[in-house]
């Protein structure tokens, strides 16, 4: 299978490169990027292409897209006019408005929402699934740090809110996804915002889940936190790391002093590289079997309603 690659950054150099070049029937037929990128493309024995035009660029059954949010739009219209499969990373759409105009056009498109092959939120959905500890009562998640910006120049994107997201997109979008892939029916209550120079640096929001519960969130780059998830059950809480994916589970009895640690096996990713591994070989299963793709599932439409939705709640300031 031709695999082709737009974008030559971090993610694609020291996690789709290594993994792509080690799967069998996997292909790299090109590495383009505005700069050319020779080096990166001579290590893996493949074409270096600086891009002019997206038009130009050759065809291949797939193509990974890993190119900022600002830009990612047109480069999706060009891909589905070619009738190819994509694996966008994330984040998917700058807004919800796009999203669903993409999705009309194609179903032939996954977006990178790798933590839901980690084996905390797989292990984490089966204790859920199982009512072992009865009904959920409510969830708190937080999440963040000083992220500073330092080694960027001046001209990165990333310093351009115009063509990269904030900390809603680019870190809370993967903690939504694995939402959206724990529970139906997420509604946004209520939600604030905190800017600084156009990006977004906190968020606090709280959520309704099919009207039984609520989750508090907090996201935040002003300070230092340790990230959690909460989970309050009638009679226990359990708490985790959703950011890994080996967390270990800790269990607490809410009427007694007793705590102890959920001992499970591995089933899925137990680090990084096992997660994006499998979000690739599923990805490629379906490819190549011709399965019929559910868009909205695989770019977690869901994911980008509740950043929308934020962003209209959290008045800008």
């Known amino acids: 299978m031709k695999i082709g690659i737009i974008g030559s950054g971090r993610m694609v150099s020291s996690i789709h490169l290594p993994l792509l070049s080690c799967i069998d029937d996997v292909k790299i037929e090109f590495i383009a990027d505005r700069n050319n990128p020779l080096s990166l493309a001579k290590m893996y024995n493949t074409k270096s292409i600086q891009i002019d035009k997206i038009g130009n660029l050759p065809k291949c059954d797939i193509i990974l897209l890993a190119v900022p949010m600002g830009i990612k739009e047109k480069y999706l219209y060009e891909l589905i006019e070619r009738d190819c499969h994509i694996f966008a990373e994330k984040p998917f759409a700058v807004d919800l408005a796009s999203h669903k105009k993409i999705l009309k056009l194609s179903n032939k498109i996954t977006c990178n929402y790798v933590r839901n092959y980690y084996d905390t939120t797989r292990n984490i959905k089966n204790i859920i699934s199982s009512d072992v500890f009865g009904k959920i009562e409510k969830i708190s998640i937080l999440e963040g740090g000083i992220n500073g910006k330092t080694g960027l120049s001046k001209n990165s994107y990333q310093n351009n809110p115009e063509l990269s997201g904030g900390f809603l997109k680019d870190s809370a979008s993967h903690t939504f996804s694995q939402l959206d892939f724990l529970f139906d029916n997420i509604f946004l209550q209520e939600a604030s915002v905190i800017w600084e120079n156009g990006f977004d640096v906190e968020t606090h929001a709280i959520f309704h889940v099919n009207d039984s519960f609520s989750i508090d969130y907090l996201g935040t780059q002003l300070k230092n936190i340790e990230p959690s998830t909460t989970i309050v059950f009638e009679n226990y809480k359990i708490k985790f790391n959703h950011l890994i994916p080996d967390s270990i589970f800790t ?67």
Do not use: C, P
């Not at 499970?264 to 011709?290: C, M, N, P, R």
């Open 251 to 317: 269990i607490s009895s809410l009427n007694t002093k007793k705590k102890f640690v959920l001992q499970h096996e591995s089933f899925f990713g137990s680090t990084f590289a096992q997660a994006y591994y499998l979000k690739w070989i599923d990805f490629l299963k379906k490819v190549s079997s011709s399965s019929k793709m559910d868009g909205e599932i695989e770019t977690s439409i869901t994911t980008t309603r509740i950043i929308d939705n934020i962003m209209e709640k959290g008045i800008k300031k």
